[in-house]
């Protein structure tokens, strides 16, 4: 039974999990328990590939000190240039991985 799993998810170029091996198998005419396939794909290192949403982690705030005060106090407006300056970073998910992009602008 492993070696058919096997065949199931490297005939999926490796990307079924345990979900889509069993319906492939039931289609293919074999009765097998998911659980059961579940447990044998874990048991040889056989992992699905994972397409969840998200990305990287830009900030990871420390609980124990104390915030950054806003010294603008959300008023983005300046009386002359060069005495108000505001700065951003995201991310953007691209096929060769993450670009991070940051950006500074004079209010």
């Known amino acids: 039974m492993l070696r058919q799993i096997q065949t199931v998810h490297l005939t999926s170029r490796q990307t079924y999990g345990a979900l889509w091996v069993h319906a492939e198998l039931r289609t293919r005419g074999e009765r097998h328990g998911r659980k059961r396939i579940a447990r044998l794909m874990?048991?040889?290192?056989?992992?699905?590939?994972?397409?969840?949403?998200?990305?990287?982690?830009?900030?990871?705030?420390?609980?124990?000190?104390r915030p950054t005060p806003d010294l603008v106090n959300r008023n983005f407006?300046?009386?002359?240039?060069?005495?108000?300056?505001?700065?951003?970073?995201?991310?953007?998910?691209?096929?060769?991985?993450?670009?991070?992009?940051?950006?500074?602008?004079?209010?």
Not at 45 to 65: C, I, K
Not at 85 to 104: K, Q
């Open 42 to 65: 874990r048991s040889a290192g056989l992992v699905g590939a994972s397409h969840r949403r998200g990305g990287p982690v830009t900030t990871r705030r420390d609980g124990s000190s």
């Open 77 to 107: 407006t300046a009386s002359g240039p060069n005495q108000l300056w505001v700065a951003d970073i995201t991310f953007i998910p691209t096929a060769a991985g993450f670009l991070y992009l940051a950006v500074v602008l004079e209010v």
